[in-house]
């Protein structure tokens, strides 16, 4: 099955499915193919779906989950802001990273939501 994601604030908690599924292509596929991902946020951003390849086959590989909270969101037309509280927890429910995201995502012409500027840890710093 693949996993899509109607609303933005959706996004997050399908990629969790995803993670817990094992399905390292349907995660890449949340993400649109010009992402750009601020983290950590005194690091230059990072580009490209090879990242997200690598991050989310090691929370596959460690049987981790994610748990997502949206606090905020805003849509305008196929753009859309997202904050979120979220957390990663490794097997035995230990939270091994948190953080408060600033998140755009962009409508595809399906009506299903990806992201495409992901800052996990917050804005980076000017």
Request: glycine share 8%; net charge negative; proline share 6%.
């Amino acid at each position: 099955m693949i996993r899509k994601a109607m609303q933005p604030r959706d996004v997050a908690n399908q990629i969790g499915e995803c993670i817990k599924e094992g399905n390292i292509d349907n995660i890449v596929d949340f993400f649109h193919p010009d992402y750009l991902m601020s983290f950590p946020p005194t690091e230059d951003p990072k580009s490209g779906l090879e990242i997200i390849r690598t991050v989310f086959s090691s929370f596959i590989e460690s049987k981790s989950t994610l748990i997502s909270k949206v606090t905020g969101e805003i849509i305008n037309g196929d753009i859309s802001l997202l904050q979120a509280e979220w957390h990663i927890e490794d097997a035995t429910g230990t939270i091994i990273s948190e953080g408060k995201s600033t998140e755009v995502l962009k409508q595809r012409a399906d009506g299903s939501w990806v992201y495409y500027i992901d800052c996990p840890m917050g804005l980076p710093q000017v």
